[in-house]
């Protein structure tokens, strides 16, 4: 089974600030995915980025990056110039394509931006 | 854009009663998913569907059943509630198991509320 730890229950940043919420995992997959979910108050899943094992490069969205090292299994979120909306609940989740694609998620981290 | 809809939004009900959740994919997906997300925790997925046959089945209690229907939209069976059961319910949709890159695509609709008393 596959395994995903948020070791960070809560953090805190400043309005504007970077931070970087870590997530790790344990599998004897080769190919598969990982995902960073926002939940904010309302509750809804919102995806935020998604990297494929198979790629060596860090997936980008705006002000959201990864970074990806495979064979550490470990999939860091980075939050730069971080907005009052991105206060939420931060879920890593891995998929294992081809046998199911359900989502394990991690335990999540809740983050707060200070204004 | 279409999202993925669930009804009813919220949800009351008592102890060993019934309930029946449903789920409508957003047009063009053919796989559907369940998750359990109790107070304070992680979403847990419970089973999923593609192409109207089950797919796949995780921490489903054998209380629970789900189907998918012809137009691919699902419900999922609750029967003697507990009050463990208490917990939002998310539906992911995509557009297939084996659709390249848009099968790893999960959209998630936005839960049921299921207070069980």
């Known amino acids: 089974a596959q395994t995903v730890t948020q070791s960070q229950p809560e953090m805190s940043v400043q309005e504007a600030e970077t931070v970087t919420l870590s997530c790790t995992y344990d599998t004897s997959e080769n190919n598969y995915y990982l995902f960073w979910y926002k939940q904010p108050p309302s509750r809804q899943m919102i995806l935020v980025i998604r990297?494929?094992?198979?790629?060596?490069q860090n997936a980008t969205e705006n002000r959201f990056s990864v970074n990806f090292q495979k064979a550490a299994k470990s999939f860091s979120l980075k939050i730069s110039d971080s907005q009052l909306g991105d206060t939420a609940m931060y879920f890593c989740?891995?998929?294992?394509?081809?046998?199911?694609?359900?989502?394990?998620f991690g335990t999540g981290t809740s983050l707060t931006v200070i204004p | 854009a279409a999202g993925v809809i669930q009804s009813p939004r919220h949800l009351i009900k008592e102890k060993r009663e019934t309930a029946t959740l449903k789920c409508y994919p957003i047009?063009?997906?053919?796989?559907v998913y369940w998750y359990q997300q109790g107070p304070g925790q992680d979403p847990q997925f419970l089973i999923s569907f593609y192409e109207k046959m089950q797919s796949d089945k995780g921490s489903i209690p054998d209380r629970f059943s789900a189907q998918q229907f012809s137009d691919y939209h699902s419900e999922l069976n609750m029967s003697s509630l507990e009050l463990g059961d208490s917990a939002l319910y998310f539906c992911?949709?995509?557009?297939?198991?084996?659709?390249?890159?848009?099968?790893?695509?999960?959209?998630f609709g936005p839960g049921t509320r299921l207070t069980v008393t």
């Open positions: 992911a949709s995509s557009l297939g198991r084996y659709s390249g890159r848009a099968r790893d695509e999960q959209y």
């Open positions: 989740a891995f998929m294992k394509p081809l046998t199911g694609n359900q989502f394990y």
């Open positions: 047009p063009r997906h053919d796989t």
């Open positions: 990297q494929e094992a198979y790629k060596q």
